[in-house]
C-alpha cells in the first residue's frame, strides 16, 4: 500500500519495510548528506532534441544512488565495515530543464520562476554572477567521492554520455570539504557547520538524542513535512523528490577575520573569538554562545531553545545577540511560536569550495583568502517560498527581524542596506553597555539555481 503523509510526518525508521519501495525510489543526499569530501557539480545545459537528451538522462539516472543504498552503506560503516562507500551520483532538472524534455515541470512557484527572477531576494544582478552561473541551466549532476581522482575518474566516465546526448557542459563547481580537529566540517571563516540540522531518520534522531539530549531542541522532522515532494512523473505512488536550492556563496575570509577584531575592538569584547561567535551564534569549535561565554570546554550541543519558558537560554539576546546568523535563521522561539517557525527550517546539505594556500586554521588575517572560496549552499525544501526564500528575505535579510528587537540584518548572509547594530560588551549581563558596530557583508552570491531532485524510477523511465 502507498505511504500517507502521516506515514511521513515522523521520522523514518528506513528499516521498515514499508519504506523501501519509496526509498529505493528516492536520490540519496536528501535525507542525509552523502559525507563524501570532493564533489564536482556539472552544470548541464540541452543543447540536443527531446529524443536524444532522454536516454542520456536514463543512462545517468541508472547509476544515481538511492537513498536506500546510501543508507544501507552508511550502516555497513557503523557496523565496522571499512568500504567508502565508492562514487556517488546526483541529477536534478530545472524548469528549463523540464520545458526542454516537453514535460510539465514539478508545480512549486519559485521552482518555476527560476532563482534569478525572485526579486525578494536582494541577490545581485545577473551580471554579477560568475559566467557559467549566469547562463540558463537545464540540468545539475554532482559526483561525489572520498578522493579527488576517483571523482574526476567517474566524470570522465559521464563524458560520452552527455556527448551523445547532446548535453553540453556548462560551468563546473567543484566542491571540497574542510576538515577540522576531530574531522569535523568547517565553513571557510573557520566554524564547525553542519550540527544543527532537521533530522527525518530514527536512527539520526537517536543518535542526537544520546550525544547532545532532545528535550531543549527536538531536532526531529518528518520528511513528507519538510523535504519531500511527490514526483509528478513518478512511476509509482511511491516516487518522491525534493526542491534542492543551489546557491554559490563566495566568502572573504580577510575581510571577515579582520571585522571580527574590528567588532572586538569597538565592543570592548576581550576576546576576538567571543565577537565572532557573537556574529554567528557559535564559536568556531561550535560551542552555542547562548550557552557559554567562552568556547572552553568544546560544547558543540544542538540542544537549546533561545526563549521557551522554562528552558530558554537568553529570551532577551544577552547572550547570543538576535542578529547572531544561527539565530537569524532559526529563531528558537523568539517568536513566541515555535511551531510556526519549524515550518521554515530546511536540511543543508552544503559543502566549501575552492582551495586555500594560507593554513586555514591559523590565526594571520593578512593571508586569508578575500575571493575564490566559499560554500556551495545546497539545501532540500518540499516549498521553496515558504523555506529557504522565507528564510533568506523576511529572516535574514529583514533588519526588523526579530520583530521588536530590531537587531539588523544576519552578518553572515544578510543582503540588502546595512546599518549600525548593538553589540554588548559582556556576555550575559544586562548591566554591560552595548555599542554599535555595523559589521560589513562578506558573503557574495556568485549564481544559482532552483532545481528538483527526481526519482529514480522517473528517471529510467526516460529510456
Ligand atoms: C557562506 C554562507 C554561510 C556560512 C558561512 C554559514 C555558516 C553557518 C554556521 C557556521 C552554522 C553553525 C553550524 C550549525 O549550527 O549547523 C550555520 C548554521 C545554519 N545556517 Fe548557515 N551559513 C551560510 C549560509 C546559510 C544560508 C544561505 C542559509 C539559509 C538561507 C543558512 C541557514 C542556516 C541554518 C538554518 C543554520 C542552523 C541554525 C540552527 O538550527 O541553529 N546558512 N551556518
Redesign the pocket.
Known amino acids: 500500500m502507498a505511504l500517507t503523509d502521516t506515514d511521513l510526518s515522523v521520522p523514518i525508521d528506513w528499516r521498515d519495510a514499508r519504506f523501501a519501495p519509496m526509498l529505493a525510489e528516492l536520490q540519496g543526499h536528501i535525507l542525509k548528506h552523502h559525507g563524501r569530501d570532493h564533489s564536482i557539480h556539472l552544470l548541464l545545459r540541452f543543447d540536443g532534441t527531446a529524443e536524444q537528451t532522454k536516454p542520456a538522462l536514463a543512462r545517468i539516472g541508472e547509476n544515481v544512488l538511492s537513498a536506500l543504498a546510501q543508507l544501507r552503506q552508511v550502516a555497513a560503516r557503523k557496523s565496522g565495515g571499512a568500504q567508502d562507500g565508492g562514487t556517488v551520483i546526483f541529477l536534478y532538472l530545472s524548469a528549463s530543464g523540464y520545458a526542454k524534455l516537453g514535460l510539465t515541470p514539478p508545480d512549486d512557484p519559485a521552482f518555476r520562476d527560476g532563482m534569478r527572477h525572485r526579486g525578494d531576494l536582494a541577490d545581485p544582478d545577473v551580471s554579477a554572477w560568475e559566467p557559467h552561473h549566469a547562463e540558463a541551466i537545464d540540468a545539475l549532476t554532482i559526483i561525489a567521492d572520498v578522493n579527488d581522482t576517483e571523482a574526476a575518474a567517474a566524470e570522465t566516465g559521464f563524458l560520452p554520455i552527455l556527448d551523445a546526448g547532446g548535453i553540453a557542459i556548462v560551468g563546473r563547481d567543484v566542491g571540497r570539504a574542510l576538515r577540522g580537529p576531530g574531522g569535523k566540517g ?4 573557520g ?7 532537521p533530522l527525518m531518520l530514527a536512527d539520526d534522531v537517536a543518535d542526537e538524542a544520546a550525544q547532545m539530549g532532545i528535550d531543549r ?1 527536538n531536532p526531529a522532522f518528518g520528511p513528507g513535512d519538510i523535504a519531500l515532494v511527490r514526483d509528478p512523473h513518478g512511476v509509482s505512488p511511491d516516487s518522491f523528490g525534493s526542491y534542492l ?1 543551489y ?1 554559490k ?3 572573504d575570509v580577510r575581510g571577515f577575520k579582520i571585522a571580527e577584531r574590528a567588532l572586538a575592538t569597538a565592543a570592548h569584547i576581550v576576546d576576538r573569538e567571543r565577537a565572532g561567535a557573537m556574529v ?3 564559536f568556531e569549535n ?1 560551542t ?1 554562545v547562548a550557552l557559554s561565554g567562552s568556547d572552553m570546554p568544546a560544547n558543540a550541543t ?1 540542544n537549546f531553545n533561545y526563549a521557551e519558558p522554562a528552558t530558554g537560554n537568553d529570551p532577551d539576546g544577552l547572550k547570543c545577540p538576535f542578529q547572531a ?3 537569524k ?2 529563531p ?1 522561539g523568539d517568536t513566541g511560536d515555535g511551531d510556526s517557525e519549524r515550518q521554515h ?2 536540511p ?1 546539505r ?1 559543502i566549501p569550495f575552492g582551495e586555500r594556500s594560507d593554513v586555514w586554521t591559523n590565526d594571520i588575517d593578512a593571508t586569508k583568502p578575500d575571493h575564490g572560496v ?2 556551495i ?1 545546497m ?1 532540500f525544501n518540499q516549498d521553496i517560498g515558504r523555506q ?1 526564500e522565507f ?2 528575505s523576511l ?2 535579510n529583514n533588519p526588523g527581524f526579530v520583530f521588536g528587537r530590531d537587531p539588523g540584518l544576519d552578518p ?2 544578510g543582503q540588502g542596506d546595512r546599518d549600525l547594530q548593538l553589540w554588548r560588551e559582556r556576555w550575559g549581563d544586562a548591566t554591560a553597555p552595548t555599542w554599535p558596530f555595523q559589521f560589513e557583508q562578506f ?1 557574495h552570491m556568485r549564481g544559482g539555481e532552483y532545481y528538483f531532485a527526481p526519482s529514480i524510477g522517473f528517471l529510467k523511465s526516460l529510456a
Open positions: 568547517h565553513e571557510h571563516f566554524y564547525v557547520d553542519g550540527i544543527s540540522q531542541w536550492v546557491r556563496l563566495e566568502q554567528v551564534g557559535r561550535g552555542p544542538n546568523h544561527i539565530r535563521t532559526n528558537r527550517l530546511m543543508r552544503g566559499g560554500l549552499f539545501a529557504f528564510t533568506q529572516w535574514a553572515v548572509i558573503v
